[in-house]
Each structure stands twice: as C-alpha cells, then as structure tokens.
C-alpha cells in the first residue's frame, strides 16, 4: 500500500495526543516503524546526550513518492478507511509519527524501497514536506536520522526525567519489543559503542534469558495454545495464548517487575490480566519473591481497541472474563508435570553445583552442561512414570523413571497434595468433645471467628472451639494447631498452616507402595514444583547428568592404559 492522508472522519476516531513526549517515544515509534516495514534487524544508535538517535532496518524501504509523504499528518499505508480501523494488524495506523517527529526535531530518512533501484535521502522540514533530496548508495531498508530533538522546546528536555532514566526506558522498550517479537536481531549502540545486542530467535523463551542473566532458558516453560472459536464468547475466530513462565522452583523476582502482558505484538497494561497472572502462581514461591512471566496473546483485530491512549499502552479488551479464564488455565498447564509441558531439559544449575560439589575438588569441572543445546535435547524427558524405589533416611523418597532418578522431599509433597485439596474443599468439622482454650487474647477471638470455626465463652478466660478443618480435627495437636490458627491470616494462610501440620513428617517411614501413592498424588497436583511455602519438591538427576558425572562417554581402551 502506498502512504495516503487519511480521511477526516477517520482522524476523528483516532486518540489524539502527542505521540512524541519522551527520547524513548521517539524510539518507539520508529522501531514499530521497522516492524512494520518486515525488518529482521535493527541497529540503534542512541546519543542521548546529543538528544539523538539512528535506526537501521533491513524492512521493505519506501520509494521516493512514499518519501515525500511519510512525515506528512495523518499520511499512512497502513490503513486507509474507516473499516480498516477494526482490522488493524500492524503496529502503526495513525499517521501520526513521523509528522510529529519533523515538528519537533530534525527529521531525516534514507531508504531503498525492496521495488526501486535508487535509494533517496530527504530531509525534512518542520511541517514534514521535503527540503533536501539526495540520490544515495544503501541496501534495501531504511535509515533513520532524528536529532536535536526538542531543541525548540527547553522548558519539555527540562521536564523530562534524567537522561540515564531516559535510557532506562529505551531499554525497557527494546526488551519488551523483543520478547513480542522474538525473530528479530537487534544492535544498540550508545554514544558510539555497543550496548547490547539480542538474538533473534524462535520464541521468547529463548529472548527473555539474554537480558535476565540469571535465568535460563531451562528455568522457563513455554506454551503456545490455540483457543478455538468461541461464537458464544464473542471470539469468531481462533487466538493463540503463549506464555513464557519462570518454574517457581528456579526464578523468582524480589520485585514484581517481570510479570508481563503483550496484545497482539506490543506489551501493554493491563491490571486485571497481570493480577490472574500472579493469582496463577500465588502460594508457588517464598514470601515477598514474585514471578517470571510474559504472557502474549494473538487476538483478531477487531477484538481491540488501540484508542485508549496516545502510546497505545492500554487498550480495551473484549470478552475480558473469558481470557482471564483462559490465562488461568494455560498456568496450571504449564505448573503440571508431564511430557508434554516440561521443558526439553531439566537440567538446571541447581544440579549442575550440586554435581560440582560432590566431585573430588579440583579434579574434573562439569562445564557447560546448560549451555549445550544438542545435549539438552538429549535430556528431553519420555512421559513421566515415576515408580517409587526407595526411602532414605525417612525423608526422601527416591523415584525413578524412563531416563533418569527424582529425588522427593515426603513432607513438603505430601505439603502441597493436601494444601491444593484443602484449596478444593475445605472443609470445617463438629469437634467432639470441643477443645477448650485458655487466655485467649480478643483479637485470638476474633481471628477463629474470621475463619468461621464456633467460638464460644465457657467461663472466665476460657473458650470452647467447637469446630476444627477437617485434617486437624482428628488429630493429638488439635489444640496446637487451633492456637497457631488463631495467631493471624487469612483463609489461605491457614490451608497452608492445616496443610502442613498434616502431612507426613520426615522421619516418618513409608513402605514402597505408600511411597507410590503419595507421588501419583503428589504428581497430579496443580503445581508439583513448589510447596505453598515456595521450597522446592524435588530434585532431578537425569541420566544424561550422570552419564556425564561418571565419564561414561569415556573409551576405556588403550589411550587410559588399561
Ligand atoms: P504509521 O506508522 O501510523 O503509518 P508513521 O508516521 O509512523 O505512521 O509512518 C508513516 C508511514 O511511513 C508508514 O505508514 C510507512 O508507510 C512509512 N514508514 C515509516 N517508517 C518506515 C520504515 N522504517 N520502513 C518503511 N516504511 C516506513
Ligand atoms: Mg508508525
């Protein structure tokens, strides 16, 4: 499509503001640009202190004629009626950008449209119509060139945050940018040397890592769903659901700043999407740690209405409800164990140290087992039959499966059974005789109320508790545990407090076939990686790990002398 003015009525309908605020907005715009022009790679240059900047793309370039239009208002090749506005599938429609750029700094685009044999470089003027014209040398793409970027306009650079926060924001954009569009290449440079670059790639699971050093790709799972139709839920056609999320037993955040929304290429905020995210993973990681996630969803155009805000940051959203339950479903999925939602490796440098540590120091390193792609894919894990072996020191239970060995704490597995069934049902029983209670203090009183058990005055300073959770009602600790209720939390606190007084203790001895009950239990849970307190469960010793520990791939022969 070439660049045309769009039609007043479709003006009207835009959100209107001003695009260009910030040294970040301006990146922006022009990095959507790019996208939007099919580039693969991208090389920023960003001279901050110069309020300058440089993009490079490989996209499809723009002729001369489309030169002269772009900067003009409202021009676009993007959309053209008013219909189209509901059909919107790349990330710019307005117009607006390259116009509000010219406004307010020095504009200048070199490009070689894929179609045309000679490039153009133009200059712009404030009002975005050509000054200069040259005939240049380049590949096809485009370049870019904005500086002196609100020179005429002190009092805005004087408003704007500090150039260091500035470039914060940049980077942030870059990541964001990246993680929706993972096949993309990106250099940025600043005030002339490198950066830092990201990898195009397949999925973001494998974006993600390269600017959060300390998680791996294996720390990660990846789901990529198809929704099928849903004609009563207003979905015509089908959406795509991926979601990158950080196994609570590897990462966690002590800031919840990772925990991502994307719509249809471009991350957005969305309140109420980021608090099913961490509902999702709530009770999966320690106190005060947050979780790892990127949630991206592929919806039909006509399901959004960018028309929110100016930097497209928020949008509506049809069918809210419905995509929540979606969302909280593709969690559970990607929390369970099994074959197909468990990452190609489960390899992790958990492992990996602890394989460091029990060899004979100085001795042999296990290097590079993580970084290994080929092997990893050799780890991959075959459906998960775990059949209990044996017991050691009353503690853990040792599985053991097609490729390699698990090793699980019994208390913390049996934690998280009980806990996720006290979540289903729980669960308040008659107490028979009722337990009585001693110097309770008021807000005690009214913490067993809040949790619903009967209370009741039996005497100077005593209390009949006539109910109890059904776990502990049973049990010699009633009375122990009663007051450890009443020490403060909300329901959920105390699913977690009954579930862990109830579950076997360590030191408790199983024999095989209870062993292999509390693993299949243990197994079907909605989130086998952590205890409600955040702890991990088990610990894997693929086959491949060990192979490597004990130097199987060795050829003993000749060159070992023996
Ligand atoms: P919008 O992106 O909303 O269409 P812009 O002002 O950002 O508006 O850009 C105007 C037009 O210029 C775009 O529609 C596109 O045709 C063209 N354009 C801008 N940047 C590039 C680029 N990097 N490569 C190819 N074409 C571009
Ligand atoms: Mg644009």
Redesign the pocket.
């Known amino acids: 499509m070439s660049?045309v003015p769009l039609p007043l009525e479709v003006v009207n309908l835009i959100a209107a503001g001003e695009v260009i605020d910030s040294y970040s907005a301006v990146v922006r715009?022009?990095v959507?640009?790019?996208l939007?022009?099919g580039?693969t790679r991208l090389v920023i240059a960003l001279f901050p202190d110069l309020w300058r900047v440089q993009l490079c793309?490989n996209?499809?370039?723009?002729g001369l004629t489309?030169l002269h239009h772009?900067?003009r208002p409202h021009?676009?090749?993007?959309i053209h009626t008013l219909d189209d506005l509901w059909q919107i599938t790349?990330?710019?429609?307005?117009?607006?950008?390259?116009?509000s750029i010219a406004q307010v700094a020095q504009l200048e685009i070199a490009?070689l449209s894929t179609t045309e044999e000679t490039g153009w470089q133009i200059r712009y003027t404030a009002q975005g119509e050509a000054e200069t014209m040259t005939p240049i040398a380049l590949a096809p793409?485009?370049r870019?060139t904005v500086s002196d970027l609100f020179a005429k306009m002190p009092v805005r650079r004087m408003g704007l945050p500090s150039l260091s926060q500035q470039l914060k924001s940049v980077q942030t954009l870059i990541y964001h940018v990246a993680l929706c569009h993972p096949h993309i290449t990106w250099q940025i440079w600043q005030n002339d040397r490198p950066w830092f670059n990201i990898s195009g790639s397949t999925t973001a699971q494998f974006i993600l890592p390269q600017f959060l050093k300390q998680v791996k790709t294996t720390d990660l799972q990846y789901i990529s769903q198809t929704i099928p139709p849903a004609p009563h839920q207003n979905l015509p056609t089908s959406a795509r659901l991926e979601l990158v999320l950080g196994l609570p037993d590897r990462v966690s955040r002590h800031r919840p700043d990772w925990i991502k929304v994307a719509v249809n290429g471009r991350v957005v905020r969305s309140p109420q999407l980021e608090q099913t995210l961490t509902t999702g993973l709530a009770r999966t990681l320690p106190r005060d740690r947050f979780p790892v996630c990127f949630l991206h969803l592929h919806l039909c155009p006509s399901h959004i209405d960018w028309n929110r805000h100016p930097a497209k940051a928020e949008i509506y959203l049809h069918s809210l409800d419905f995509w929540r339950e979606q969302v909280a479903n593709a969690i559970e999925q990607a929390l369970r164990l099994n074959a197909v939602t468990l990452p190609v490796a489960v390899q992790n440098q958990r492992v990996t140290q602890l394989l460091k540590a029990s060899e004979e120091k100085g001795r042999y390193q296990v290097k590079g087992i993580e970084n290994s792609p080929k092997s990893l894919q050799k780890e991959a894990i075959g459906l998960m039959s775990l059949k209990a072996v044996a017991q050691v020191r009353k503690m853990y239970i040792v599985t053991e499966h097609d490729t390699g060995l698990w090793l699980i704490e019994q208390h913390i597995a049996h934690e998280r059974v009980i806990y996720e069934r006290l979540q289903d049902n729980w669960q308040l029983v008659d107490l028979e005789p009722p337990i009585i209670l001693n110097d309770l203090k008021p807000f005690q009183v009214e913490q067993l109320e809040r949790l619903q058990l009967n209370i009741e005055l039996f005497g100077e300073k005593i209390w009949a508790v006539r109910q109890a959770p059904e776990p502990l009602a049973q049990r010699d600790d009633c009375k122990d545990a009663l007051l450890e209720l009443s020490l403060g939390g909300d329901i959920q606190t105390a699913q977690v407090a009954t579930a862990c007084r109830s579950a076997i203790r360590n030191g408790t001895p199983l024999n095989l076939d209870e062993m292999q009950v509390l693993i299949d239990q243990w197994q079907n849970t909605r989130n086998p990686h952590t205890c409600p307190h955040g702890r991990p469960i088990y610990l894997s010793l693929e086959e491949s790990s060990l192979s490597r520990f004990f130097r199987r791939h060795w050829v003993i022969g000749k060159s070992h002398g023996i």
């Open positions: 660049i715009e022009l959507e640009n790019s939007d022009a580039a793309d996209g499809t370039g723009m489309d772009c900067a021009s676009t090749s993007k790349s990330l710019g429609f307005r117009g607006e950008a390259l116009h490009s793409g485009t870019i």
